[in-house]
């Protein structure tokens, strides 16, 4: 099976406009947020996040598979005091003006994130993790991410009641129930929507790399071998990289010309193609196709 890497740099907005239609499997990205990074991606203010993303949004549901899923990394900031609503406000604009599905939310728990005192509040040591979908049914290899059971299932399955070995009705006449007794013989169960990763150490000189574990979780549970993966905001390559690991195909874009080429230069493949195109960040850099072998 031959896997490509697609590289481009310049702006995303820009870029997706010339890919085609439903040709994406899995959309898995950080876009930089509000009023930060402001030197290396120019900051966008909280009361100008949703009018920036929405255009860029509209492109991804354009390219994006109708059984294809959309993962978005992103986390309010405080201003003022007090949280900021852009997050919310975005989730509702792609969802009134795009048609966007939002189907899901995962939470990153930084199991080893930075220690600090604040006035008001505590240490920020998760992020969440947006699923949306432009159509109902997708594809979801649940199988994929499931967890082993744990030594609590050898003591805890062993005192099963009566009650809990046949269907245990919902008290309040829900229709819902369980039977623990059904996991009695597995060794695996499937996951929370909480996902416990390290963040990035060794941040690969950029600012605000994930952990690998991060895309690898989305990309088993989203796509199968050969699918195609995009990140618009590729700034370390950590997706590109997973999805050449996991043989999926991958499209990076990024915008600041000093992360593209550490990617381009740590993701030579067999077969790596490169496309650099005039932004304003590269406006001396010839248009140019590359095929690295």
Known sequence: MEIKTDL???DCLNILKELPDNSVDLIFTSP???DQR????GGIHPDKYVAWFLPIAEQLLRVLK??????LNIKEKVVNGERSTYVMELILEMKRQQGWFWTEEFIWHKKNCYPGKWPNRFRDSWERLIQFNKSKRFYMNQETVMVPMGEWSKSRLKRLSETDKTRDESKVGSGFGKNISNWLDREKAYPTNVLHLATECNNKNHSAAFPQGLPEWFIKLFTKEGDTVLDPFMGSGTTNAVAKRMKRNSIGIEIVPEYYEMVKNELEPTELYLLEKKNSYAANLPERRIDIR
Request: neutral net charge; glycine residues 12%.
């Open 8 to 10: 481009y740099l310049g």
């Open 32 to 34: 930089p947020y509000a």
């Open 38 to 41: 402001e030197k290396t991606y």
């Open 66 to 71: 109708p059984t294809g899923t959309f993962v």
